[in-house]
Structure formats: structure tokens, C-alpha cells
């Protein structure tokens, strides 16, 4: 979350790992120092995050506590409550217009499409007025969405001639905002197609994009904007006594470009002061600067921890000899069981995995699988639930995009694919293999159930190719012919989800005031909770499962 | 559901207790420091042998020797003004007069600090502080009584002493420190000032004001180690005159008692024959002054005493002991009272757990002797040692209109600047007031001002400070009152 106090507006990061239970605090609330944020689960004990003392002579000092769950007992595993610095990555980057690639000779400024499902936002702050230049990428107003307030950016350079919009106002997608001065050519802007479902410009890129383009405007390189810090030489070594303005004894940098104000401010936030680029005139630090460095400092760990040591190749605690204990036999890992190692591994720590269970009522759809199996024989495949899974899945994929997309930590962007291959992990000799089926949305039920059939079969003869096993966006997994009443299948990295299917069994089900015998298949979903949030999945797998139970929908699209 | 958490205050056991702080040493570091502690919500208790608190600044140092250098300039100026027309008699100096004068000053002085640890519930206890353990103190106080209190941390803020170099222990009323010069006594009719850095300076001036025939030697080359020459010259001109001998490069072999007087030997190059034996009525030995970092019981805790026998500590102030602070002059150079108050601020501060650090990007330097002689930031002479490429604008009094209505034009304000980035390193002023002047620096340089920042604002007309805004102006080659045809 971002606090304002009187120095200025932080960042605070959590101080604990878990999934947020309750959020016990809203935004405007004045937050003292020790109160709780919010409630986590983490490993089944509760958290609470409660802000770090700042830096306050007013503050009364408070650091770490004991923490309670809610329910009273003492939380063993709760870490303690300091954060090592208080910057924290922002977790909601907020969705943001889709913004110009180049310079466009336009003459308004409309808004642009502001995210999913958004269409409007009421104007918190206008940045510009009549007579004002603005720059592509400069920030021109504020707008506060269902989901965020969002600076917008202009995709548009000139000057300002009418502000057509007013603070206070609801504002639509598309509605013009300001138009230019003396500028003939034709609006392009408002009819350029959106790149995309929709682009996610967090707040940091925008910066960035907007300082860039603001140099660019000066007609500066950003070498030139930002110029390169002046080596410093190594500190002399104190010897004269009577030298004064000198401090013996304790480490002396040269002075740094910034006034003690700042310079306190950076010490609070855990900002190397050295390190910061000064954007003023001979490169003086602003309180600004010292900001934007702890935010792009932050967001460097956030890539860092994106992206761990190589998968696989961690470093493991050493084994010990197990010969000690008894015979034992030492066989080569190579080939797909090292590389499922790693992917997994890699899967695992680079995705925050929830699992989603549901249970779908399939005695109807057995019904449709006996009908359909003839044919599919005929066709030389065999009519199985996750042929039937593929299908529903694919139109699943189609009503729920996120769940066919991929996250790009470094553009900060989400990749949303308009194609639909699924993966079916096949049990072979050789271990896991996850044959990719592709375009399923655009086969029909027989085509997929012949499709599943030749790949397996080609999977277990070791004629797979690796062209085969590409591209997927999404993996099926079912165990139900081993058995199982549920499990956690792991998301196929870079995809974002993975339905993991068990066996099914015929249940009293309470129908219409009487226990009745169906046939209940068990679903779990593993998704990746940094796109994907928990009411989405949850929406997500009942749609799944319904589409199970109401297999005439299938049947029509056939 | 989930409880209001109540956290304890860092480190004490219970959230209602205050911190206990003891600072042992009460001159301008120490009760800086347990002023702020106080206003920061901790208990304090001050301890320190004399009346009030005031530490050597008050009672011997800084603040007496300023109050007899104002006298002194007094009468130096009545001897100037026979240039403007204006002639005085020989000044009639009734000394026990001027003593009680300067004392007055100390008690209104070091009374209304008093006054202030009283209004801050700051408990304050005339004694000796000695160790029995890291956190506890054995205070034997000036009534002869002892107590024993426990602390949940410590400042010492113990300052320093006259260093005693052994060739110049003598047991004889003539020979003084700067404290005994600062008694005044008597008006010697010859002194002999043994060092030639600023506390010998400026009392080596008062007792020259004052009649006495002054004689300064130092063994360096130069007046005022480590300050730039450029800015010591105007100054030592002066003294030449006022002063009956500098001699420099010269070390002062030994002192005997002579009847009536101390016959002082010296050795050097610049040292002829007939003056390497005289006498004189008295001896200022002022070489420089030691850290009190003996302090008793030390060795029970964990606090590393360097070298040179200063206290170490890290940025926050904090000794090698955790629960120990050290600040002032017992902490190292430069040993000054604003220096030692800063440090007492930044040491209570971070006891109450805020992220604060010493580290000032100037640190000023003022000698009050006339004339004053100030400094900040970066030197020429340390540019130079470092080989950082600087530029220097300097702007001569000569050309300032307040410096000539005050018939005193033998100043100069430089500025050190950055060639690349034209930011002010350090500055540089001598002349009348130039103590005063220097603080504009130290805030240019705090807030890391461009030449054009200071060239660009407006200062009054007609004072000192405009030679510090035309020393700008003469850094861009445009100052008004200074013309520099261009090369080339
Ligand atoms: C003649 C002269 C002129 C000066 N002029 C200036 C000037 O113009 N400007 C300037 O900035 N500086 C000046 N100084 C220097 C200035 O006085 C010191 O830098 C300053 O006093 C240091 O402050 P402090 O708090 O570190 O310690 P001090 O002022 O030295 O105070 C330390 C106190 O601690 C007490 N103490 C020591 N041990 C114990 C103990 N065990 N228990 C209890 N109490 C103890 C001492 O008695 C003393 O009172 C001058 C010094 C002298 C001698």
C-alpha cells in the first residue's frame, strides 16, 4: 500500500508472505504505526501486518510484536514484522490506457480504453490547462477507475488550446479531453485500434516511458538528461589535526548533491543517497529523485525475485550418505525426468499456486460419451472425459481470457494469446509427457477424442516430436484412471492455469428432496495467483463445471 | 476477532517506561543531546562537575574567549579611528572590571542552561561519572556523596583538555594553558604563545589588544595548519603588526624558569642567533588539545578508545558498545561546539530509533581574530591533496563598498567550485565579520547550490554578504565590481 505521511508518500511492503484473509484498513484511513493491515494465511497461521515505525519524533516507537491469529494463539510461524526496507513492489499496476508507440500528429486527445470492463472514471486531478505544452507520455489528469485512481498519459505532443473535461466529472472511453493548437490533421488517435485485449502499463513503466518522452521532447539524449555521476576519488585519508570541516575517524564520502532534507528522507526510506541519480541542475537530488530510485530499486528485486537462480540448479542442502543405512542404487537422471525436474521446479518457484476445487455431476455427460463413442471409434479415437474436457475447456478459455495468457515481468505486460493449444499430460514409461493439441476451440468433440488418441499412442512410442509438445496455453492433467479424490496439479510454466482431473464416482447427490446415485467428477484447478484471482478462478471452474453438467451445450457446437 | 496490538518502545521491557539516558558530560555536545533526548519523551539525567551545564565551551572556552575578543576589537578600533578623525586616549583597562564582565557573561550564559534542564525535567547531578558496567554509573558527586544508577544507554560527551607536551611541564605560575589565559590575571608585559593555531591566535590577540608584547611561534611553515593560505595571509599581515614577533618553522627546545620570568629556547632555520634565548613575563602553551576518553571503568565495557585516543564510533554515534553513545570532542576532529551539538542531536536520535546519521556535507571553521578568518566545505589546500579539479572565483574586499565604509578592506570571499557541474564545494572569507558570513556558505554547500544560485540571489546593499554573491559573479566572469578584461 502507499501511505502519505508528513516527509512523504511510501510505499509500505508487507512484512509477511501469505494470501491476504481481510483487510482490515481503507484507503484514507489515518494508520498509526503497530495497527494491523491486514490478516494472512501463511502455512495455516495468521499473520498481521502492521506498519514499521517511521521515522517520527512523534511516533511512538513500536517495531516488532508478537503476532496473534485471529483466534487468539500465539502465531509460531509468523515472521517478525520488519521490513528491511520500506519500499514494497506495487502489486496492483493499475491498468492504464493504452498508450502511442511514436509521435502522432493528432489534434485531440481522447481517452483511450482504460483496462478490462472499464468504460469510465471520474476525474480526480486535471495536470494541464489551456495555453500548457504537453508531451507524448507526460501525465495529463487522474482518474479514478472501479479498480484504481490511474495517471493518464498523454499519447499526443502540443499545446493545449481547450480543456474539454472537468475535475469532478465521469469521463467515458473515448470522450475527447483536450484538444491542440493549431493542428490540422485528423484525430488518428482516438481511431487507432487498441494493441491488444488490453495493455498494462504499470506505474513505474509509464514513468519512465513519460520521462523518456519528455527528453525526447527537450530534444535531449537521456545521457545528456541524466549525466553519468562524476567518479568519485577515493576518500583522502584524514592526517592533519587542525584540519578542519573533516571528521577523523569516521568514513568520509565526498559531499553529496542533495540538502539535508533529502538526504534524511533517503536514510528513512533505505535509500543509499550515493546511489541516486540527481535530475536537478548539476545533478542535484530532488526528494523526487530519491522516490523514484527507491521505486526502481524496488522494482529490480521484484524482477529479481521473478526470476530465481536457474530452476533447477539450486542449491540444494548437501545428502547425506545413505549407504550408511543400507544398499542402495544410484540411477542416471537424465533426459525427461531431469527436465521435468527443472520445469517443475522452475514452475513452482516462479508461480504463486493456488488450487481451486470443485466437483461436476457428469451422469448426463456419460450419457452423451456413450453416444458419441461409436463415432469416434469409427474415426479411430476413443471418446474419454478429457476429450470432452478439452472441449469444454477450450470454450472455458474463450469466456475467461486471463486464463490463456502469460505474464511478462520484465515489459510488465500480459500476454494474452488468441489461439487456444491445450497440453494433455500423458503418463508414458519415459514419465511425464504433455502432448499439445492445438486449435481446439476450432475442432469438434471426435476430431479432439482421434487427435488425443494419436498423440498419446505417439507419446508412449517415443514418436513424439518436440514441435508437438510446444506452444501450449493452457494443460489438462486427469488422474482418474489411477484414482484420487483431488490433488494439486502444478501450472505448466509459462501458462497461467492447469485443470487437474480425478476419478469419478457415483455419489448420493440430494436432488429434489431425495438422495439420487451420479456420477460426480472431482476438478482442481492450480493457477497462477499473480494474474489470476481467486473469485475469477473460482467463476472460472463452476463454469467449467457446469458446462460438464449441461453437455447438450457441447453437443450442439457438437 | 483480532486485537488491537499494543508494541513495546524498542528495547524496554514495558511500553509505559521510558528510556533512562545518562549523558556524562554536559558542554555543548552533552546537553544538546539531553535537551533533544529530553523533548524526544526519554528520562534524562546530565552529569557533569561544574554548576551548570556548559562543558568547556561555556566556562572556558569558546564563549569567554569571544566575549574578551570583542574587547580587544573595541580597542583596536579606537586606535583605527584616528584614521576617520576620531581620536581616543589610551584606553584605562581596569582588569577586575573586565574579569567580572566576562565571568557575568559565563553565568547568564551557563545559569539560563540551567534553567533549561530544569523546564525539561532533565536531572541534573554535579559530579564525576565513572563505569561499573556498561549500563551502570558510579557518580561521585561535588558534595562528596555517591550514587549508583543504571542507564539504558549512555552519551559521553566528555569533550577534551589542553594537550601538555613533557618539554614544556613547568611548574610555574607564568606558564597557562588556555584556560589560565582566559582567567586574565594579570596584563603581562611579554607573552609567548606557543602554537600558532586558533585558540593561540585569538588570545595571543586579546593579551596584544590588551599591551602585552606577543610572540607567536609554530613550528610549520604557516599560520593556521590546514586552512589555505590565501585566506591566512590578510591575517598574518595583520599580526604581524600587532604582534612583536611570529616566528615560524621554529620549535621551542625548552622553558626555564628565569627569576623573573621563563627563558624560552628556540630551534629553527628562521631563528637568528640573537633571539634563540628570551625571556618572557608569561607562557601560553596551546598546541592543541586531547580527547577524555580515560574515563574510569571504561575498560568494563565494550568501547574502543583509537589511536589517538579518541572514542570510536559509527555515523549513528554508537561506540563499539551498543548500549554506549559518544559524541563532541572526544570523538575526533574537527573538535568545535557546533560540531560536538550536532553529533549530540544526531545521538539522541538515533537512540529513539530514528534512521539519522551524521554526516554534513560541511562542517564550518571560524578563527575570531581580526581579521576573522572562516571556512567550509572543500579547501583549495585539500582539493589540491586530493587532485580534484576545482575552479576558484575570488572576490576581494577591496571592491566591496561596505568593507570600505568599515575602512577595513583586507578581506576576500572565494567560492571552490566544481568545474563540471558548477556546484559550491567549499568557501572561503576573511576579513571583518567573516564568521558570520560563512554560514550563507555552509547552506549553499547543504544544499548543494550552483554558483549561478548564489550569483542570483539578491542580497542587501551594502553589506559583507554581497561579496559572497559577487564572488559568484566573478566565477562567471561577470561581477560588477570587479572587472577582469578577457583573454584571448
Ligand atoms: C579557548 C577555546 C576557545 C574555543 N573557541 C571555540 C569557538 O569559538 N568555536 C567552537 O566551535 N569551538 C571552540 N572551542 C572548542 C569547544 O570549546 C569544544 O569543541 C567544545 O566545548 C566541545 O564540546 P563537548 O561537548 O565535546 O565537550 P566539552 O565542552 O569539553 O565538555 C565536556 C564536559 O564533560 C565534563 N566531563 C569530563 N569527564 C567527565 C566525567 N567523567 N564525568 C562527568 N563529567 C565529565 C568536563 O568537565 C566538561 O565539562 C574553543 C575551545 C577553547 C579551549
Given at each position: 500500500m502507499e501511505l502519505e505521511t508528513d516527509k512523504a508518500v511510501v510505499e509500505v511492503p508487507s512484512s509477511v508472505s501469505g494470501t491476504i484473509k481481510e483487510i482490515l484498513v481503507k484507503e484514507g484511513d489515518k494508520i498509526k504505526v503497530g495497527q494491523v493491515i491486514f490478516t494472512a494465511d501463511n502455512n495455516g497461521a495468521a499473520a498481521v501486518a502492521e506498519p514499521a515505525r517511521k521515522a517520527e519524533p512523534s511516533s511512538k516507537g513500536a517495531t516488532a510484536t508478537p503476532v496473534q491469529s485471529p483466534s487468539g494463539e500465539r502465531a509460531a510461524a509468523a515472521t517478525k514484522l520488519q521490513p528491511s526496507s520500506p519500499v514494497a513492489p506495487t502489486s496492483q499496476s493499475a491498468p492504464q490506457p493504452t498508450r502511442a508507440t511514436g509521435p502522432v500528429a493528432a489534434s485531440e486527445f481522447r481517452l483511450q480504453e482504460l483496462g478490462e470492463n472499464i468504460s469510465e472514471g471520474e476525474l480526480v486531478r486535471l495536470m494541464i490547462a489551456p495555453g500548457v505544452k504537453v508531451s507524448e507520455g507526460q501525465p495529463v489528469m487522474e482518474l479514478e477507475t472501479e479498480k484504481a485512481v490511474v495517471e493518464v498519459p498523454s499519447s499526443v505532443s502540443g499545446v493545449v488550446n481547450e480543456v474539454k473535461v472537468k475535475e469532478g466529472e465521469k469521463i467515458k472511453v473515448g470522450q475527447v479531453i483536450f484538444t491542440l493548437q493549431g493542428s490540422a490533421s485528423s484525430p488518428t488517435e482516438a481511431v487507432r485500434p487498441a494493441r491488444g485485449p488490453v495493455e498494462h502499463v504499470s506505474g513505474q513503466h509509464g514513468a519512465r516511458l513519460a520521462f523518456q518522452a519528455a527528453i525526447r521532447a527537450e530534444g535531449k539524449t537521456e545521457e545528456q538528461a541524466l549525466p553519468p555521476d562524476q567518479p568519485r576519488p577515493h576518500p583522502a585519508a584524514f592526517s592533519m589535526p587542525a584540519q578542519l570541516g573533516k571528521v577523523a575517524g569516521t568514513e568520509h564520502r565526498e559531499a553529496v548533491p542533495a540538502a539535508p532534507h533529502t538526504r534524511r528522507l533517503a536514510r528513512e526510506i533505505g535509500v543509499d543517497v550515493y546511489e541516486v541519480k540527481g535530475t536537478g541542475p548539476g545533478g542535484r537530488i530532488s526528494e523526487d529523485d530519491v522516490k523514484a530510485h527507491a521505486k526502481a530499486l524496488v522494482t529490480a528485486v521484484a524482477a529479481a525475485a521473478q526470476a530465481p537462480p536457474r530452476a533447477g540448479h539450486f542449491i540444494e542442502p548437501k545428502l547425506p550418505d545413505f549407504a550408511k543405512w543400507g544398499k542402495i542404487e544410484r540411477v542416471s537422471m537424465r533426459g525427461v525426468r531431469r527436465k521435468t525436474a527443472e520445469h517443475l521446479a522452475e514452475s513452482w518457484n516462479t508461480i504463486p499456486h493456488v488450487t481451486q476445487q470443485d466437483r461436476a455431476d457428469i451422469t448426463e455427460l456419460e450419457q452423451l460419451r456413450a453416444r458419441f463413442a461409436p463415432k469416434a471409434e469409427q474415426a479411430g479415437g476413443k471418446m474419454t472425459v478429457t476429450a470432452i474436457a478439452l472441449k469444454v475447456c477450450a470454450a472455458a478459455l474463450k469466456v475467461f481470457p486471463q486464463f490463456n495468457a502469460t505474464i511478462d515481468m520484465e515489459e510488465e505486460e500480459i500476454i494474452y494469446k488468441q489461439y487456444i493449444h491445450i497440453g494433455v499430460a500423458a503418463d508414458t514409461d519415459r514419465g511425464l509427457l504433455v502432448p499439445v493439441i492445438r486449435d481446439v476451440d476450432k475442432k469438434n468433440i471426435v476430431e479432439l477424442a482421434v487427435e488425443l488418441s494419436q498423440l498419446s499412442q505417439k507419446a508412449r512410442d517415443k514418436k513424439i516430436t518436440l514441435a508437438e509438445m510446444e506452444g501450449g496455453t493452457f494443460t489438462i492433467t486427469n488422474l482418474g484412471g489411477i484414482g484420487g479424490t483431488g490433488f494439486t496439479p502444478i501450472v505448466?510454466?509459462?501458462?497461467v492455469a492447469i485443470l487437474g482431473l480425478s476419478r469419478s464416482r457415483t455419489e448420493p447427490e440430494w436432488i429434489a428432496g431425495k438422495f439420487e446415485p451420479r456420477l460426480i467428477l472431482p476438478l482442481s484447478l492450480s493457477y497462477d495467483h499473480r494474474l489470476i484471482d481467486g473469485a475469477d478462478a473460482a467463476r472460472f471452474l463452476r463454469w467449467v463445471a457446469e458446462a460438464f453438467e449441461q453437455p447438450f451445450l457441447l453437443s450442439v457446437q457438437g | 476477532m483480532n486485537e488491537t496490538l499494543i508494541t513495546p518502545l524498542d528495547g524496554t521491557p514495558e511500553d509505559a517506561e521510558k528510556l533512562r539516558i545518562a549523558v556524562v558530560g554536559g558542554g555543548p555536545g552533552g546537553y544538546a543531546a539531553a535537551f533533544l533526548a529530553a523533548d524526544l519523551d526519554m528520562q534524562v539525567t546530565l552529569i557533569d562537575p561544574e554548576a551548570n551545564p556548559g562543558g568547556v565551551c561555556l566556562y572556558r572556552g569558546c564563549i569567554p574567549s569571544k566575549a574578551l575578543l570583542h574587547v580587544a576589537k573595541l580597542i583596536e578600533e579606537s586606535q583605527q579611528s584616528k584614521n576617520w578623525g576620531i581620536e581616543f586616549p589610551p584606553p584605562k583597562i581596569d582588569l577586575a572590571r573586565l574579569r567580572t564582565w566576562k565571568e557575568s557573561v559565563v553565568k547568564k550564559l551557563t545559569g539560563g542552561l540551567g534553567q533549561l534542564s530544569k523546564q525539561r525535567h532533565v536531572e541534573y547531578i554535579q559530579g564525576r561519572a565513572a563505569f561499573d558496567?556498561?549500563?551502570?554509573l558510579r557518580i561521585s558527586k561535588t558534595d562528596n556523596s555517591e550514587v549508583v544508577l543504571s542507564f539504558d544507554r549512555i552519551i559521553l560527551a566528555t569533550g577534551s583538555r589542553p594537550a601538555i607536551v613533557p618539554v614544556f611541564k613547568l611548574d610555574s605560575p607564568r606558564l597557562m594553558d588556555s584556560t589560565g589565559a582566559l582567567n586574565l590575571e594579570d596584563i603581562p608585559g611579554s607573552l609567548l604563545v606557543v602554537g600558532g593555531g586558533y585558540i593561540g591566535l585569538e588570545l595571543g590577540s586579546v593579551y596584544a589588544a590588551l599591551g602585552t608584547r606577543v610572540t607567536v611561534v609554530e613550528m610549520l611553515p604557516g599560520l593556521l595548519p590546514g586552512a589555505d593560505r590565501d585566506l591566512v595571509l590578510p591575517l598574518h599581515k595583520r599580526l604581524e603588526k600587532m604582534f612583536a614577533a611570529i616566528l615560524l618553522n621554529t620549535t621551542v627546545a625548552s622553558l626555564k624558569e628565569d627569576g623573573g620570568g621563563i627563558r624560552a629556547t628556540f630551534e629553527g632555520t628562521a631563528v637568528q642567533e640573537k633571539d634563540r634565548e628570551q625571556t618572557f613575563d608569561r607562557v601560553l602553551v596551546s598546541v592543541g588539545r586531547k580527547p577524555n576518553s580515560e574515563i574510569p571503568g571504561l575498560h568494563t565495557t565494550q568501547v574502543h578508545v583509537g589511536p589517538r585516543g579518541f572514542i570510536e564510533v559509527n555515523k549513528q554515534l554508537q561506540t563499539a558498545d551498543p548500549a554506549i553513545y559518544a559524541i563532541g570532542d572526544v570523538v575526533g576532529e574537527p573538535m568545535l561546539a557546533h560540531k560536538a551539538s550536532h553529533e549530540g542531536r544526531v545521538a539522541a536520535e538515533a537512540i529513539a530509533g530514528h534512521k539519522v546519521a551524521f554526516e554534513p556535507n560541511a562542517i564550518p571553521a571560524v578563527v575570531f581574530t581580526d581579521p576573522e578568518v572562516a571556512w567550509c566545505g572543500l579547501t583549495e589546500t585539500q582539493a589540491e591533496k586530493e587532485k580534484r579539479e576545482i575552479k576558484v572565483a575570488k572576490f576581494p574586499w577591496g571592491a566591496s563598498g561596505r568593507a570600505v565604509t568599515l575602512d577595513r578592506p583586507d578581506g576576500m570571499t572565494k567560492l571552490i567550485v566544481d568545474p563540471h557541474t558548477e556546484r559550491v564545494l567549499g568557501v572561503g572569507i576573511v576579513g571583518a565579520g567573516a564568521g558570520e558570513l560563512i554560514a550563507e556558505g555552509v547552506l549553499a554547500i547543504e544544499m548543494a547550490a550552483l554558483a549561478s544560485d548564489i550569483a542570483m540571489t539578491i542580497h542587501p546593499h551594502p553589506t559583507l554578504s554581497e561579496t559572497v554573491m559577487e564572488s559568484a559573479e566573478v566565477f562567471f566572469g561577470t561581477s560588477t565590481h570587479v572587472f577582469r578584461p578577457k583573454h584571448g
Open positions: 505448466n510454466h509459462p501458462e | 558496567n556498561s549500563t551502570t
